[in-house]
């Protein structure tokens, strides 16, 4: 039985509450008090946070919810505030962790996917039952974009982006910020004559417009939309300009776009 809850930390983050075969768990608490709100009018002990990369937005509530739960904190980079465990290359988190929580059951993956910081982790939980499958992806991969390129090199990005990319399209979106409707204003952008891409747009609007989450979204739906995962999408080429251009080319020039639009 899984079972994700959507909080909002500060303006615009995200931080999921995850409930995994009986153990709750949250991903990027960016402030505490959300989640303890949450934990204690649902009655729920936390066991354990998973941190994608280490801005304080994303994981400044690790160190009260550590303090007043004893959970364990657990991400891909040791600046992570309160972190105990830090991945180095396990598939999972559960082979990470054994030592410290052998009788919980946390089938996730992990992805190492570096690119905004030298050292973020995307984490995949695969489906079960009539659950499609979920994948946190801090900022990593965004609705409509991908995260900016802070630490790494557009190559870095550019290769974790497609290790994400190769996820099953029904698998649900999970990111790290209410970014979308800003990220479609640039796709459309960049391709106005693009129907599906006015179309999502007119979507999102009207979503935000009601003060609606615009995540989860389906993977599936971000590779016939987002400009980031499609750099091999001729439509896309032409609208730059870059036929003949790599992929990688393709993607530095979108990013560099981005950066200033
Ligand atoms: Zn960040």
Not at 88 to 110: F, H, R, W
Not at 139 to 147: A, K
Request: aromatic letters at 8%.
């Amino acid at each position: 039985m899984i079972d994700i809850q959507i909080l909002t930390c500060h303006q615009d983050n995200y931080c999921y509450v995850v409930h995994l075969n009986g153990v709750t768990l949250v991903v990027d608490p960016g402030d505490a008090q959300p989640v303890l709100d949450y934990l204690e009018r649902h009655g729920c002990t936390l066991s354990l946070i998973l941190s994608t990369h280490m801005h304080q937005d994303h994981c400044a509530g690790n160190v009260e919810l550590k303090r007043l739960t004893g959970c364990l904190v657990v991400g891909g980079d040791k600046r992570i505030a309160a972190i105990d465990v830090v991945l180095a290359g396990e598939n999972t988190v559960a082979q990470a962790i054994k030592s410290n929580l052998s009788g919980l059951d946390v089938p996730i993956e992990v992805f190492y996917t570096p690119g905004h910081t030298s050292a973020d982790c995307c984490y995949y939980l695969s489906p079960q039952g009539s659950f499609p499958g979920a994948l946190f992806s801090g900022d990593v991969l965004f609705s409509g974009c991908c995260g900016r390129i802070f630490e790494g090199t557009m190559a870095e990005m550019f290769n974790s982006l497609q290790q994400l990319k190769a996820l099953p399209p029904e698998t649900l979106l999970y990111c790290g910020h209410e970014y979308s409707l800003a990220n479609y204003r640039f796709a459309a952008q960049i391709e106005p004559d693009s129907a599906i891409i006015g179309n999502k747009l007119c979507d999102l609007q009207l979503q935000r417009d009601r003060n609606e989450k615009t995540i989860p979204v389906s993977l599936q739906e971000e590779l016939s939309t987002n400009p980031f995962l499609r750099t091999n999408d001729p439509a896309l080429r032409k609208a730059l300009k870059m036929e003949g251009a790599t992929e990688l080319e393709v993607f530095t020039e979108l990013r560099n776009r981005k950066n200033h639009f």
